[in-house]
């Protein structure tokens, strides 16, 4: 009861209706199956209150140099829970039907990138034998959800025809069908032509971790790792991981950042404390050590909640860029603060030394709802949604959703 009045004491406005958002999507949650069980967590309603707030606008000192400048477009976690699942193979855009909303805010960037949170592995079932495939469907077998996610592989297709370049596959859910479906979903990538980094194949173990995109000459490095296979031995070295491998993340980080046929490098860590707004130092720390190595950005994923940005200043004098969380992108999980997310929007310069700069950041709210995700401001009934995300990435910086994409308006 105290700990009842002590937080009613310290509710804003804004959590009161988080909260009360949040304890009625719960029962939402139940007639969707009871699959989404990560809906049954604790701690969202704390998370709400203690949501951080922006401290003014996100600006950087060469804004407005001279260089070819390119936009890069980033979502967070494509985690796909059963009525996802389902939708995909009922409506006749599949896949795209959950993201049709909003397709045009990553079409419109130079280059697009989404976390893949779980394997496109065909014919491989929940212990990662291999059996006849159902095709596209959602048996709970094959394809299945929470806790071990499998997407039929026409996801990858359906997010490369998006405009997605480049994906994630470490993460937690990477070994969701053991080595075969690690192998399975890169064969799809690369069948597609979907940039994957973070994981590689079970037979060659001298693979690099990172990918390439190249645009306008603009050649960017990107490298990801994860905090966890969730407990599933990575018995083939197939996935970088974020801490255990920190010295190899960091050597790689400087290596490619030396390189002269590499004008940038971004790092996508999968980590963080599930359902918390605010980083912890662990991520914190490594974030800055990653842009110390030579990093341009470091852009996090996992919580299932979005955690602020930062500028960090290196000691070569370089401002580096950091979002800690880009939230879910497209999942199940019903609570306000799981379906509030953005696109963020990093602009980059090439510079004389051949090297990038940020030039800027920006972002669209974005609110999801069963099941397709929104920009904030089209969605219907998204206030609160849109007001979490202001509340932690402030006004200034924040795009609309048909505006002019610009990541540095005061160089006009
Ligand atoms: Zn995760």
């Given at each position: 009861?105290?700990?009842?009045?002590?937080?009613?004491?310290?509710?804003?406005?804004?959590?009161?209706?988080?909260?009360?958002?949040?304890?009625?999507?719960?029962?939402?949650?139940?007639?969707?199956?009871?699959?989404?069980?990560?809906?049954?967590?604790?701690?969202?309603?704390?998370?709400?209150?203690?949501?951080?707030?922006?401290?003014?606008?996100?600006?950087?000192?060469?804004?407005?140099?001279?260089?070819?400048?390119?936009?890069?477009?980033?979502?967070?976690?494509?985690?796909?829970?059963?009525?996802?699942?389902?939708?995909?193979?009922?409506?006749?855009?599949?896949?795209?039907?959950?993201?049709?909303?909003?397709?045009?805010?990553?079409?419109?960037?130079?280059?697009?990138?989404?976390?893949?949170?779980?394997?496109?592995?065909?014919?491989v079932n929940k212990?990662?034998?291999?059996v006849?495939?159902p095709?596209?469907?959602f048996d709970d077998n094959v394809y299945s959800?929470?806790?071990?996610?499998n997407?039929?592989?026409?996801?990858?297709?359906?997010?490369?025809?998006?405009?997605?370049?480049?994906?994630?596959?470490?993460?937690?859910?990477?070994?969701?069908?053991?080595?075969?479906?690690?192998?399975?979903?890169?064969?799809?990538?690369?069948?597609?032509?979907?940039?994957?980094?973070?994981?590689?194949?079970?037979?060659?173990?001298?693979?690099?971790?990172?990918?390439?995109?190249?645009?306008?000459?603009?050649?960017?490095?990107?490298?990801?790792?994860?905090?966890?296979?969730?407990?599933?031995?990575?018995?083939?070295?197939?996935?970088?991981?974020?801490?255990?491998?920190?010295?190899?993340?960091?050597?790689?980080?400087?290596?490619?950042?030396?390189?002269?046929?590499?004008?940038?490098?971004?790092?996508?860590?999968?980590?963080?404390?599930?359902?918390?707004?605010?980083?912890?130092?662990?991520?914190?720390?490594?974030?800055?050590?990653?842009?110390?190595?030579?990093?341009?950005?470091?852009?996090?994923?996992?919580?299932?909640?979005?955690?602020?940005?930062?500028?960090?200043?290196?000691?070569?004098?370089?401002?580096?860029?950091?979002?800690?969380?880009?939230?879910?992108?497209?999942?199940?999980?019903?609570?306000?603060?799981?379906?509030?997310?953005?696109?963020?929007?990093?602009?980059?310069?090439?510079?004389?030394?051949?090297?990038?700069?940020?030039?800027?950041?920006?972002?669209?709210?974005?609110?999801?709802?069963?099941?397709?995700?929104?920009?904030?401001?089209?969605?219907?009934?998204?206030?609160?949604?849109?007001?979490?995300?202001?509340?932690?990435?402030?006004?200034?910086?924040?795009?609309?959703?048909?505006?002019?994409?610009?990541?540095?308006?005061?160089?006009?």
């Amino acid at each position: 009861m105290l700990a009842i009045v002590r937080r009613l004491l310290a509710l804003s406005t804004l959590a009161l209706s988080v909260t009360a958002l949040g304890a009625t999507s719960t029962g939402c949650a139940a007639d969707t199956g009871g699959e989404e069980s990560e809906d049954d967590e604790p701690g969202t309603t704390e998370d709400a209150i203690n949501a951080p707030r922006a401290s003014g606008p996100l600006r950087f000192s060469h804004a407005c140099d001279a260089g070819e400048k390119i936009t890069i477009a980033a979502v967070g976690d494509v985690l796909l829970h059963k009525g996802l699942q389902v939708q995909s193979v009922d409506a006749s855009d599949h896949f795209k039907s959950l993201w049709r909303g909003m397709s045009h805010l990553v079409a419109q960037a130079d280059v697009a990138y989404a976390n893949l949170e779980g394997p496109t592995a065909e014919g491989v079932n929940k212990s990662g034998s291999s059996v006849r495939d159902p095709g596209h469907t959602f048996d709970d077998n094959v394809y299945s959800s929470y806790p071990m996610f499998n997407y039929h592989p026409s996801l990858v297709d359906d997010l490369k025809s998006t405009g997605f370049d480049v994906v994630s596959t470490a993460n937690n859910h990477s070994l969701d069908r053991r080595a075969v479906g690690a192998d399975r979903t890169i064969a799809n990538l690369e069948r597609a032509g979907l940039a994957f980094t973070g994981t590689r194949p079970s037979t060659d173990a001298s693979r690099p971790w990172h990918a390439m995109t190249t645009t306008r000459g603009v050649r960017l490095a990107w490298l990801a790792c994860t905090f966890s296979t969730n407990g599933i031995p990575d018995s083939k070295k197939q996935v970088l991981h974020c801490y255990e491998n920190r010295s190899e993340v960091l050597q790689t980080i400087r290596d490619l950042s030396a390189r002269r046929d590499v004008d940038g490098v971004i790092v996508t860590p999968h980590w963080g404390e599930e359902y918390m707004h605010t980083p912890r130092s662990q991520e914190k720390q490594l974030a800055h050590d990653m842009l110390d190595a030579g990093a341009t950005a470091v852009l996090g994923g996992h919580p299932h909640v979005v955690q602020p940005w930062e500028k960090h200043v290196t000691p070569d004098g370089r401002e580096g860029f950091v979002i800690y969380s880009l939230g879910n992108f497209v999942s199940g999980q019903s609570q306000l603060p799981r379906r509030s997310s953005l696109v963020l929007y990093l602009g980059l310069t090439k510079g004389r030394d051949g090297k990038v700069f940020v030039n800027g950041v920006r972002h669209v709210p974005l609110t999801m709802r069963r099941w397709t995700v929104e920009p904030s401001d089209k969605a219907s009934d998204a206030t609160e949604s849109m007001a979490l995300t202001t509340q932690i990435f402030g006004e200034w910086n924040r795009m609309k959703s048909d505006e002019r994409l610009v990541t540095n308006p005061e160089c006009r």
